[in-house]
């Protein structure tokens, strides 16, 4: 029960988002992912398998169209939160890489 008090006590306004992603850590190959929402601290990702367990550090990879073509953003994080739908990771590490990556996200999410 903890756990799930920890995924609603996320940073910032979750936004409702379909975006396919890759979920990587040290330990396993890559897991396709789904991010499901998102907001400025973190982000809920369906997974097709088991994912990572809680504290696990992981890495967000995620694809997007942009004025010249196409780029991969890499958002860095921890699980904080684990389902068998997915799993709940708080990004860690705040870049003007990750702030630009949050903003398109946001911004894809309007639309």
């Given at each position: 029960?903890?756990?799930q008090n920890n995924v609603n006590q996320r940073a910032g306004s979750r936004m409702a988002l379909n975006l396919e992603a890759a979920l990587f850590t040290s330990e396993t190959a890559p897991l396709r992912a789904r991010v499901q929402d998102i907001s400025i601290g973190g982000a809920f990702l369906k997974t097709e398998s088991h994912p990572p367990d809680i504290s696990t550090?992981?890495?967000?990879?995620?694809?997007?169209?942009?004025?010249?073509?196409?780029?991969?953003?890499?958002l860095s994080g921890v699980v904080v939160?684990?389902?068998e739908q997915g799993a709940g990771v708080r990004f860690e590490g705040y870049d003007s890489e990750t702030v630009r990556c949050l903003r398109r996200l946001y911004l894809?999410?309007?639309n």
């Open positions: 029960m903890k756990a550090p992981v890495t967000l990879g995620v694809c997007m169209d942009t004025d010249g073509g196409e780029q991969i953003y890499a939160h684990r389902s894809t999410s309007v």
